[in-house]
């Protein structure tokens, strides 16, 4: 098997196929550690999907968090994970652990080495071709694998901007915090316990850290504090769901697979599983059912972005939303149970009648 992109999906697609048994050969052009502009936390259904592949990120350095808060003009609503918490890790040391653990699974690593094409059964990197049984791409959004497959037919494409910054001050919460305004989403994550993690996030391309910072006084007040620790790093944040996520030999996971919108801080989770349920298809030696558990693995999170973004751009259902939850804090609770694959599809939907219920009356 060869994987193309040596992200974490493709780590984890790697290390994943290793333990079922194949021979793997991971390439891409990069050299470890490869960073990413992304808000570095992992909820709990992440952190058990990692550990079913034997990637032990409680191990490094990283630093806990118990739940969520949103926050907006003095309403601030919070939940506790109902089970297990988050975690908070730096990009480049989950790289740095998840290379180390695939070259401990016999992983073959060929970084530096461009990846040029696809053959029915073969692969060209730099100059040479090398065959494989399975081909799997891992390499992002703009995936090449994807199009070279004739993968790229979506069912739906949008995108948002985002970017990240570090700052050396101590976590000032035990939450993961989304602090919203009419123009963005500013995410803090403690990522250590003397620094957190911001990134901010918006339709609008131009909105750089410093002017996203002004809307949000309380925040920019802590983080003055302590210094910068890493240089703003950019990013796009892509919802796009495709028509088929393998065909043949080839493969796609990660966000070369499709991506849910950054809001649901489940990218890591996703693919995660999605390496799980791909190596398991390939030990059956059939990659429709990897198609279609691809597919079923989407609906929660597209369905917890949607109503999600559905707040974005609707300040006054925002405020009518957060007032509401803040009056019965269970039902925030509950949609928190539901995000993180602790509450039935059936029993948010009851929540979503109770939510509607008071927005009715609030």
Same mark, same amino acid.
């Given at each position: ?6 992200? &974490? ?21 990069? *050299? &470890?550690?490869? %960073? ?63 290379? %180390? ?16 094409? *696809? %053959? ?49 001050? $101590? &976590? ?83 966000? $070369? ?8 801080? %489940? ?37 917890? $972005? ?22 019965? &804090? ?18 948010? $939907?009851?929540? =979503?009648?109770?939510? =509607? ?6």
């Amino acid at each position: 098997m060869l994987v193309i992109g040596g992200g &974490p999906a493709g780590l984890a697609a790697a290390i994943a196929a290793r333990r079922r048994g194949f021979e793997v050969t991971l390439a891409d052009c990069s *050299i &470890p550690p490869i %960073d990413k502009a992304c808000g570095e936390g992992i909820m709990p259904d992440g952190l058990e999907a990692a550990r079913a592949l034997g990637i032990p990120i409680e191990q490094v350095a990283a630093q806990p968090f118990r739940g969520i808060r949103f926050a907006e003009n003095g309403i601030s609503l919070e939940a506790d994970f109902p089970g297990g918490h988050g975690l908070g890790v730096r990009r480049t040391v989950l790289h740095e652990l998840m290379v %180390d653990r695939a070259a401990a699974e016999g992983v073959h690593l060929m970084w530096g080495c461009a990846v040029r094409g *696809i %053959d029915a059964d073969s692969v060209t990197i730099d100059n040479r071709t090398m065959h494989a049984r399975w081909i799997v791409g891992a390499d992002g959004c703009n995936s090449s694998t994807r199009r070279w497959a004739g993968l790229d037919a979506n069912e739906h494409n949008s995108q948002r901007f985002a970017f990240r910054r570090h700052y050396r001050v $101590a &976590p000032w919460s035990e939450f993961m915090e989304i602090h919203w305004s009419s123009r963005c989403q500013l995410y803090v994550t403690p990522v250590d316990p003397c620094e957190v993690c911001v990134v901010v996030i918006s339709r609008d391309q131009y909105l750089r850290m410093q002017e996203a910072l002004t809307l949000f006084p309380e925040v920019a007040r802590r983080l003055a504090a302590g210094p910068v620790s890493s240089r703003e790093r950019g990013g796009v944040s892509v919802t796009r769901r495709l028509r088929a996520v393998a065909d043949g030999r080839v493969a796609l996971v990660g966000d $070369a697979s499709g991506s849910v919108d950054a809001i649901t801080g %489940d990218g890591l989770c996703l693919l995660f599983q999605h390496a799980s349920l791909l190596a398991s298809a390939l030990v059956a030696g059939n990659l429709g059912s990897y198609r279609k558990a691809h597919r079923q693995l989407g609906r929660r999170p597209e369905l917890m $972005a949607r109503l999600m973004l559905l707040l974005e751009d609707r300040h006054r259902l925002r405020r009518r939303t957060f007032r509401a939850m803040a009056a019965r &804090p269970v039902t925030f609770a509950r949609m928190l149970a539901m995000h993180v694959g602790q509450l039935s599809v059936r029993e948010f $939907a009851t929540n =979503g009648l109770e939510l =509607g219920w008071q927005l009715l009356t609030v």
